[in-house]
């Protein structure tokens, strides 16, 4: 059947292929596809799958370190954590998917990264997620904000991985299209990590999983696209996800994994059977033949189109060892898992399928890959904003200014989120979200050591100033790694922004990484993989430039690490690093001052690494009860989270000499930490800092009920409690 | 004292329930694989952990009361053996019928984690005794379907006999008079919500899940 239609322009437009690319194909080809082969072009070369518009700029970025065992390129990132053990870890987009189906769109994006992660080898052992919504009086936030996080828990949950942390920001910029980012941690050994690269001539293709069903068919190239006012119609191209099945392939995995019986191994994601097939063909340099009729099918009458750009869920595609076919066989027929050989490698760099008799498809595999467009698409970089004086930002009643920010839709407790995600599941969490801390903290089973994982980034610093907001995103996270006492050691990164066809979008997009990269370097603290979400617009209007960073971290021996809880009695609060009042494009103004304006925060990489790399040190010598930095809100908002988290009042002294009032309060100056320690330990601690040419003060001493100041705060904690813990169940109810 | 842990296809709390019981009783947990149909006879204490059990899509722990393997689990209870569910595997006695009553989905419909405070409403169960002067304890809950009903009659007589083991300080599922955990007439089987197992090593948060686990093997 697929054979008989003919392929016109309109044909290949709906597959969302140019008329150029279309030529290249016909070039490759030597003659016209059928239907079913330029289906598969037309997924390897969308933007999801072929990174199209991102690619020459994506290899840029610092990619290599002396943890990295694998970097970008694979299912997911892998990094040594000492004693033979190794972390792979990635962050993956569900945007599009999510915003069309929420519940199932979250869940599927949980799954997704699952099998990253755990088709290298690795158990998965904390999951995070990043998530932007558009602002809480938009009539679809409620239900979108209900099904994502519904269907984040219900995924996790289920497979009995814990979610041990995150971040969600309301703005109006995410109207239109949501931001579902989802990371997963695995844990592996290091001389048991598997890869994808399919070997050998003859050697047996297993598939795995669920039945291939009609559900999901051209994802990858929706999520390629923007979206329209009709975009609702594309509920049939969003999959559905089946966690129990998803923890079969798991533990089927984990048990066939400890054998020798797996030559590679690959998931099969977006765009299905082809992306799986043709990457790992491609990597191992061999070609495939695959029968499809062998494929277990979830419904009749499937065309190999169907089949082949099918995007059900929880499947696997497999080489195995000649001679272990039973072996495997045996393992996935304990798990009740759909299991069968449905083709062979070959050598003639091809992949042929063989459907209901026929051959449906033969084409060369490198083509797919190799030539797969790279555009240099042109790129202007955002103007840069004017710098805003603190002096001009008034602040006339601090108490309701502190209530009013510890209210407000992006510094409130997310109580109502984590409360829905098994957080302790496994056993080795030690903090999560449930702190409202810095980073959460996992330990390495049967061990004494724990990896630290955080996700960040400010959109609104990215959009004022792209490179300073790249900056800012890679320093947050490694802020957040340190302030629990961790070595920072890697990121992933999931790069969400709109159309990269209009030039101020692409220099967005440019400007990010550049600025990331440079972060990334100051620190030794490299990208190991990623994803690109482009395409985030509805009817032209484009969210925020998003670039989430997952960054992960090893915290050495247990016996050493801090939260944002644990201030004592009688602490003193110490600031480190330098105030000047930054209030361009900070919450305040946004929040307070209802302005969202001014320059972003300059990032000084230089300061930053001395300011963590003297944090860290003072950790590990057990001198700190509690860290966390300044981030949204300025040390305002991070001192009253101490404070809430300790259940202790604090007095704080704003210094003779500060700036501006509002500035000093609320300003976002970069490279500042917050510490409670002991009272004894100021003055060391301070003249140390001093003999490094680091700004440090005391700037408060915690006890009593009240958040009180002498600029006349003095509020009750439990009140400050009270409108912090409201504001999401209001939103909700 | 040999203890072992049932193994369903997606239940997830399988490791952590036998590091509890390793960490008390200082031998490995025998791992039984829902296919099975026997318990070993030299087994002393069986734990039914949390999870999804076959994935749970009729009704929690409906299909699992029907497995092999839980049918003798019934039959050698009903002997006496103690067996304790957690989470899913209380759900899953509960429709054996070995305990009382069903969980009905969460008031708030939603899936709930946070750790709970519970009351000792009888601290001489074969459960608690060894909680002393203790009367109030925090397990971590985490589950969707946890709100326990039985009728008025059945409650009444759980009460009565000291059955009601562990009550809600702040009830977060709607369970009819904050019940917890309860157990069967004969005290040998157990079943609750919450998560001892959770609450076994400082670094948890605490440590009163021990004292739960060490009532009961001090008890055989």
Redesign the interface.
């Given at each position: 059947m697929t054979q008989a239609v003919e392929i016109t322009s309109e044909i290949v437009a709906e597959h969302g292929l140019t008329e150029d690319e279309y030529k290249i194909i016909l070039d490759r080809l030597g003659r016209s596809p059928n239907l079913t082969e330029l289906g598969i072009f037309s997924v390897m070369w969308s933007e999801h799958c072929s990174y199209k518009s991102s690619r020459r700029h994506l290899g840029k970025f610092l990619t290599s370190g002396k943890r990295v065992i694998q970097g970008p390129g694979e299912n997911a990132g892998v990094i040594d954590i000492d004693d033979g053990d190794a972390i792979i870890f990635k962050m993956e987009s569900h945007n599009h998917p999510s915003y069309i189906e929420p519940y199932q769109g979250a869940a599927t994006g949980v799954g997704g990264i699952m099998r990253d992660v755990f088709t290298m080898g690795a158990r998965p052992i904390a999951l995070m997620n990043a998530l932007r919504f558009g602002e809480p009086s938009h009539p679809k936030t409620k239900s979108l904000v209900d099904g994502v996080v519904?269907g984040i828990?219900?995924y996790g949950?289920?497979?009995?991985v814990p979610t041990v942390g995150g971040e969600t920001n309301f703005h109006k910029g995410y109207n239109g299209n949501i931001l579902v980012n989802a990371m997963c941690v695995g844990l592996a050994r290091t001389d048991n990590v598997f890869y994808s690269a399919a070997k050998g001539v003859g050697n047996p293709i297993f598939y795995v999983g669920s039945k291939t069903g009609r559900d999901g068919i051209h994802g990858a190239t929706m999520a390629s696209a923007e979206f329209d006012d009709d975009s609702d119609e594309k509920r049939p191209t969003v999959q559905v996800g089946?966690?129990?099945t998803e923890?079969?392939l798991i533990?089927a995995c984990m048990e066939l994994m400890a054998t020798d019986a797996i030559i590679a191994i690959q998931d099969m994601g977006a765009a299905g059977l082809t992306s799986s097939s043709i990457e790992m063909a491609d990597k191992g340099g061999v070609g495939v033949e695959l029968n499809l009729d062998d494929v277990p099918q979830r419904e009749d009458g499937m065309t190999a189109y169907e089949m082949m750009l099918s995007e059900s869920q929880e499947r696997m595609l497999m080489v195995i060892q000649p001679g272990k076919e039973q072996l495997a066989f045996d393992i996935f027929e304990k798990?009740?898992l759909d299991v069968a050989q449905i083709g062979s490698t070959t050598d003639t760099g091809r992949l042929v399928l063989n459907h209901g008799g026929k051959i449906v498809c033969d084409i060369p595999i490198a083509p797919l890959a190799d030539d797969a467009p790279n555009y240099d698409r042109p790129h202007i970089a955002t103007p840069k904003r004017d710098e805003i004086n603190a002096d001009n930002i008034a602040l006339s009643d601090l108490n309701k200014a502190v209530l009013d920010i510890m209210g407000s839709p992006d510094i409130a407790s997310r109580r109502w989120i984590?409360?829905?995600?098994?957080?302790?599941?496994?056993?080795d969490t030690?903090d999560s979200s449930?702190s409202g801390g810095d980073a959460a903290i996992v330990?390495i089973h049967g061990t004494n050591k724990a990896v630290a994982i955080t996700t960040d980034v400010t959109p609104r610093y990215c959009e004022a100033d792209p490179y300073e907001g790249g900056k800012q995103c890679v320093a947050e996270t490694w802020r957040n790694l340190t302030c629990v006492g961790a070595d920072p050691i890697a990121i992933t990164d999931c790069l969400n922004f709109g159309n990269p066809e209009r030039p101020e979008i692409m220099g967005q997009f440019v400007g990010c990484i550049e600025g990331m990269n440079e972060a990334c370097r100051a620190f030794d603290y490299p990208v190991v993989s990623g994803n690109v979400s482009l395409y985030n617009e509805t009817n032209g209007q484009a969210i925020p430039p998003t670039p989430a960073v997952g960054g992960v971290g090893l915290i050495p021996d247990?016996d050493f690490y801090t939260t944002l809880a644990g201030a004592k009695k009688g602490d003193a609060l110490l600031l480190i690093g330098e105030t000047t009042g930054w209030i361009g494009s900070s919450l305040y103004l946004r929040e307070i001052a209802n302005m969202e304006t001014g320059a972003p925060p300059p990032v000084d990489l230089e300061q930053e690494k001395k300011h963590g790399d003297y944090v860290r040190r003072l950790i590990r010598d057990r001198r700190v009860h509690a860290a966390h930095d300044c981030s949204d809100g300025g040390l305002m908002v991070a001192a009253t989270e101490m404070a809430l988290a300790a259940d202790l009042g604090l007095n704080i002294q704003r210094p003779a000499d500060s700036c501006a009032i509002s500035g000093w309060y609320f300003g976002e100056d970069q490279a500042r930490y917050l510490l409670a320690v002991d009272a004894n330990s100021v003055n060391p601690i301070l003249s140390t800092a001093d003999s490094l040419g680091i700004k440090a003060q005391q700037i408060g001493t915690f006890g009593g009920n009240n958040l009180t100041s002498n600029d006349g705060l003095n509020i009750e904690l439990s009140k400050v409690r009270t409108t912090y813990e409201a504001w999401f169940p209001k939103l909700m109810s | 004292m040999k203890t072992a842990v049932i193994v369903f296809p997606a239940s997830n709390c399988d490791r952590d329930a036998a590091m509890a019981l390793e960490k008390v009783t200082g031998r490995k947990a025998e791992m039984i694989w829902h296919r099975e149909t026997e318990i070993p006879s030299d087994i002393d204490f069986v734990v039914i952990p949390g999870g999804f059990s076959y994935g749970d899509y009729l009704r929690c722990g409906a299909i699992a009361s029907r497995s092999p393997i839980v049918k003798d689990i019934v039959a050698k209870a009903e002997k006496g053996l103690p067996v304790a569910g957690f989470c899913n595997g209380f759900q899953i006695l509960a429709e054996t019928g070995l305990l009382p009553g069903a969980l009905m989905r969460n008031k708030g419909l939603k899936f709930v984690c946070r750790p709970e405070r519970l009351t000792i409403a009888n601290g001489n169960s074969r459960y608690t005794s060894a909680y002393g002067n203790t009367k109030e304890v925090v397990f971590p809950v985490a589950h969707h379907d946890g709100n326990y009903y039985a009728d008025d009659k059945t409650l009444n007589i759980l009460e009565k006999e000291g059955r009601v083991i562990f009550k809600y300080a702040d009830n977060p599922n709607g369970s009819a008079r904050d019940i917890a955990g309860i157990c069967n007439d004969h005290g040998n089987v157990f079943g609750m919500m919450p998560h001892p197992e959770r609450a076994i090593d400082p670094l948890h948060g605490g440590t009163d899940g021990l004292t739960f686990f060490k009532s009961i093997i001090e008890s055989i």
């Open positions: 519904a828990g219900g949950n289920c497979v009995g089946d966690p129990f923890k079969l533990e798990w009740e984590w409360e829905q995600y098994d957080r302790h599941v496994m056993t030690v449930q330990r247990l | -």
